[in-house]
């Protein structure tokens, strides 16, 4: 064990703040990893404010993070995809089993035994997995991923959560040129969903009730607009979208987006609301449209999505932080203030 620098909540009240924690050694096939940037989840303030305590209970001290970008140190002796020096990620799974049909399928992100980055039961220590607002991380090379060389760091680590969270859907529900696609909500991940479908060649419509957020919505590559809360707008796209994600987490009327899907087309939910949605069936069963969930991506399918944003020049639109500003951008978080997502320098927790 080593101990490493790191910014910890101690109880759901209290600020993160400078701490000590201490990190396994590699075992044969780990990497360890000197963090250089760690952006910042809305699910980081979730877990530190123990919101998520009916499902996933807050075990403190707790080091939140899992968009990690970092320069390997050191490598275990059977370590063969990484060599000291290179330039990784690390997202928001660090193990799983193995062994079940999901981790066999490569969709680790579904396996009932995954260990989370944090959050987790560290198998090695028997202790809680800590995140990436730290100087360093230790991670078996199997869920360490790749960065390309031509992208800005800090506008990467985003992917490694907010970026293959939109791309896994879209990818999935096989979004291409020729496709309507729709995405509802510009946010942390509205505005990668936005970019990447644009990148796969879909006409790519956004739904918003801001209009201040138009031009903006142009900007990251969207074909058209819609005023959400405009009824005639809607109206006018009724039945002719084959995609919608919906990445909207506050409570809103899913049905009014049912019925812009055409025939077999298929909304997904990435967003997770706090009350439950409500839907009529009819809407489903006229059209034999559906309904659906996704979470982020498997390990191979994340490598993928980093290629692919390396070949289109494709990063998140970050505001970069010194990691002393965490709890001020927990707090701009909630009033959605930042266009899109925050990224801490971790170079500023040396000076701590």
């Known amino acids: ?50 919101e998520w305590k ?20 050191k490598i275990g002796p059977a370590v063969t995809k990484f060599k000291e020096g290179d330039i990784v990620g690390v997202g928001c799974l660090v193990d ?63 992917l490694l959560c907010a970026g293959i969270t939109t791309y896994s859907p879209l990818h999935h529900w096989g979004v291409t040129k020729g496709k309507k696609v729709g995405i509802v909500g510009l946010g942390g991940l509205g505005h990668m969903g936005v970019k990447f479908a644009q990148a796969f ?33 809607m109206q006018k796209h009724a039945g002719s979208f084959d995609f919608i994600l919906d990445c909207v987490a506050a409570d809103h009327d899913i049905n009014a987006y049912i019925q812009l899907l055409t025939v077999d087309g298929n909304i997904t939910l990435v967003g997770a609301p706090e009350k439950p949605l409500s839907f009529y069936s009819f809407g489903l069963i006229f059209g034999r449209r559906s309904i659906s969930g996704s979470p982020i ?26 990691i002393q500003k965490i709890n001020e951008a927990y707090d701009r978080l909630l009033k959605s203030d930042v266009k899109y997502r925050f990224c801490i320098d971790m170079a500023s927790l040396k000076s701590e």
């Open 96 to 158: 799983s089993d193995r062994t079940c049909t999901s981790c066999q399928a490569g969709t680790e992100q579904f396996c009932q035994h995954m260990t989370m980055t944090y959050g987790s039961m560290d198998k090695h220590t028997g202790k809680p997995t800590y995140g990436g607002y730290s100087e360093s991380i230790v991670v078996d090379e199997h869920f360490v991923v790749r960065i390309p060389d031509n992208l800005d760091l800090a506008a990467v680590a985003p």
């Open 297 to 322: 991506g498997g390990i191979a399918e994340t490598q993928e999505m980093l290629d692919f944003c390396g070949q289109h020049n494709i990063t998140a639109d970050v505001e970069v932080i010194p």
């Open 1 to 50: 064990m080593f101990d490493t620098k790191a910014y910890s909540a101690t109880s759901e009240t209290s600020p993160l703040a400078s701490s000590v924690i201490a990190r396994r050694d590699p075992t044969d096939i780990d990497v360890q990893i000197e963090i250089l940037f760690c952006g910042v989840c809305h699910s980081d303030l979730h877990y530190a404010r123990n």
């Open 201 to 233: 060649g879909a006409y790519t419509v956004v739904f918003t009730t801001s209009p201040s957020k138009v031009q903006d919505a142009v900007r990251l590559g969207a074909d058209e607009v819609v005023i959400s809360s405009d009824p005639a707008q």
């Open 54 to 73: 009916d499902v996933l209970p807050t075990m403190y001290p707790c080091v939140p993070g899992h968009e990690i970008v970092g320069r390997v140190t």
